[in-house]
Nanobody, 124 residues
Framework: QVQLVESGGGLVQAGGSLTLSCAASGLTFSNYFMGWFRQTPGKEREFVAAILRSAGSTYYGDSMKGRFTISRDNAKNTVYLQMNSLKPEDTAVYYC?????????????????WGQGTQVTVST
């Protein structure tokens, strides 16, 4: 079955950096659009970033532009999220997700598969 496994979360000071990874299995990775979302308690899951199959196009949430970078390695079935200049408001559980049908990358309903999430905590 399809599995998406995130790693790389942790505790970091404001202004610091973290790189999240998401390893995919059980699917033809290069056929899938990949995305990252995040969620804090009591809030909706928020779009963070997405990347198309060929890695030619990337998309970001407004508050992530210029600080976060999404990339993928189709040979390793892995998508990455490089996060720089982290702020306390970036604290959340970060989820990796995948879909392969024509749809909007920005909405969670487009995504067919989800990882279990990894906690990112940014301290002041």
């Amino acid at each position: 079955q399809v599995q998406l496994v995130e790693s790389g979360g942790g505790l970091v000071q404001a202004g610091g950096s973290l790189t999240l990874s998401c390893a995919a299995s059980g699917l033809t990775f290069s056929n899938y659009f990949m995305g990252w979302f995040r969620q804090t308690p009591g809030k909706e899951r928020e779009f963070v970033a997405a990347i198309l199959r060929s890695a030619g196009s990337t998309y970001y949430g407004d508050s992530m532009k210029g600080r976060f970078t999404i990339s993928r390695d189709n040979a390793k079935n892995t998508v990455y999220l490089q996060m720089n200049s982290l702020k306390p408001e970036d604290t959340a559980v970060y989820y990796c997700a995948a879909f392969n049908k024509p749809s909007s990358v920005y909405i969670r309903e487009s995504y067919d598969y989800w990882g279990q999430g990894t906690q990112v905590t940014v301290s002041t």
